[in-house]
């Protein structure tokens, strides 16, 4: 029998995160996904270094792919060090990958990646959105809300 997913993931150390994505987009479902690295590759993002902000996930021939994020060279590498901006695995269950496939085909979705951070294993893993995007009156509404919230904190804080 299959075990149940935990409701958030237990990320231990956070390497980088997509701040802008969640202001871009409406996230509708999250998944956590296996990221298929070379040595390197682990060594840099274990220091802190790697970057997903223009990055995104595509399918192609039944498999997801991280695009454009950009892990830079190991500091202490040599001439086998990897390329930075090469295109990545993510490993994902087929149920997982043909639900990802059915929402981006049919209801024109997107697939965001949110953060990349290592698990209590020590395992590199990437947080994979399935998203919509907004329009502009959807982000002036965001910014709006955020702003009203702030207020109302200072409020409360100031008369609480």
Do not use: C
Request: glycine fraction near 8%; aromatic fraction near 6%; charge should be positive.
């Amino acid at each position: 029998m299959a075990r149940p997913k935990p409701s958030t993931f237990d990320k231990q150390k956070t390497v980088a995160e997509n701040r802008r994505a969640r202001f871009d987009y409406h996230v509708e479902d999250v998944f956590e996904a296996g990221i298929a690295l070379t040595g390197t590759e682990v060594k840099s993002l274990r220091g802190g270094e790697g970057s997903i902000a223009e990055s995104y996930a595509e399918l192609r021939k039944g498999e997801v792919w991280l695009v454009n994020a950009n892990v830079p060279e190991f500091s202490h590498g040599n001439r086998n060090n990897h390329e930075p901006k090469r295109p990545r695995k993510l490993l994902l269950h087929e149920r997982e990958i043909a639900k990802l496939h059915g929402a981006v085909e049919r209801k024109g979705m997107t697939l965001v990646p949110l953060s990349v951070y290592f698990n209590a294993q020590g395992r590199a893993k990437v947080e994979l959105a399935l998203a919509r995007g907004k329009n502009v009156a959807d982000k002036r509404a965001t910014v709006k809300d955020r702003d009203w919230k702030r207020q109302q904190q200072r409020l409360l804080r100031e008369h609480g």
